[in-house]
T-cell receptor, first 115, second 113 residues
């Protein structure tokens, strides 16, 4: 069974600095996908970034990048140049490859950006 | 595009009452699912569907029923509400492979008293 572990319940970062949110995963499937979602205080789930297990390069989307270390089974989210609007809950999730896999979530990290 | 629409946004039920949470998507996604979110627990999968007429249980299915008669709709039924079902419920949809992000509805905050 897949499992996602986010060990940081809460994080603080100074505005304009970079921050890394940790995520480790446990799967025996050779094909899988890793996702990060943002949930602001308004409650919606916002898709940020995706990394496939066979992707050779780390995924990037604007200020978000995913530090994918396959051998260590880690998929950390890096946010560069933090903004006040980045304050939110962040969830790491994984999905087994193929059509039958479901999205499995970690418990989340609450990020607070300080001015 | 509407994306994934959930109704209602808020609901208060008395213990033992039944209700249906509605979920509709207009993206022709094959895959739809229901999650519940509780403090400190992340999102946990209740039920999911890989296409019309096909449903299966997730991690926490007890107390909930689903059906998928059309591609667009995936209602979640609470047959006899319990206080333990107080939670925020999210519906999500994706293409069959789901490798390019799942689209979530805005959530339903349910309180059972």
């Amino acid at each position: 069974a897949q499992k996602i572990t986010q060990t940081q319940p809460g994080m603080f970062v100074q505005e304009k600095e970079a921050v890394t949110l940790d995520c480790t995963y446990d799967t025996s499937d050779p094909s899988y996908g890793l996702f990060w979602y943002k949930q602001p205080s308004s409650g919606e789930m916002i898709f940020l970034i995706y990394q496939g297990s066979y992707d050779q390069q780390n995924a990037t989307e604007g200020r978000y990048s995913l530090n994918f270390q396959k051998a260590r089974k880690s998929a950390n989210l890096v946010i560069s140049a933090s903004q006040l609007g980045d304050s939110a809950m962040y969830f790491c999730a994984s999905k087994r490859g193929g059509s039958q896999g479901n999205l499995i979530f970690g418990k989340g990290t609450k990020l607070s950006v300080k001015p | 595009n509407a994306g994934v629409t959930q109704t209602p946004k808020f609901q208060v039920l008395k213990t033992g009452q039944s209700m249906t949470l509605q979920c509709a998507q207009d993206m022709n996604h094959e895959y739809m699912s229901w999650y519940r979110q509780d403090p400190g627990m992340g999102l946990r999968l209740i039920h999911y569907s890989v296409g019309a007429g096909i449903t299966d249980q997730g991690e926490v299915p007890n107390g909930y029923n689903v059906s998928r008669s059309t591609t667009e709709d995936f209602p979640l039924r609470l047959l006899s509400a319990a206080p333990s079902q107080t939670s925020v419920y999210f519906c999500a949809s994706s293409t069959q492979q789901g490798f390019y992000g799942y689209t979530f509805g805005s959530g339903t905050r349910l309180t059972v008293v």
